[in-house]
């Protein structure tokens, strides 16, 4: 799961070596904190929010296949 959500985050942004997935699991979920350089921040996160919605919705339908649950958190 975190080598999608990286090749997602990584085509879009443009300082690609700011990129920086930190994953934390629990019993119930796993939650991968995603953070970029600054000025690629609105990059992912887009108009109002959509792009970072389409990030979490894709990456729930793959956890969902592996029969768990994700929370991906923009962090800055």
Do not use: C, P, W
Not at 15 to 24: F, G, L, M, Q, S
Not at 25 to 54: H, P
């Amino acid at each position: 799961m975190e080598e999608i959500l990286k090749v997602i985050i990584s085509n879009l942004v443009e300082n690609k070596d700011a990129v920086n997935i930190t994953k934390k699991e629990t019993e119930k979920n796993t939650t991968f904190e995603v953070k970029v350089a600054k000025e690629d921040m609105g990059k992912v996160i887009g108009r109002q929010g959509r792009l970072a919605y389409s990030i979490r919705t894709v990456m729930k339908s793959v956890a969902t296949k592996e029969h768990k649950k994700v929370i991906v958190e923009f962090v800055e």
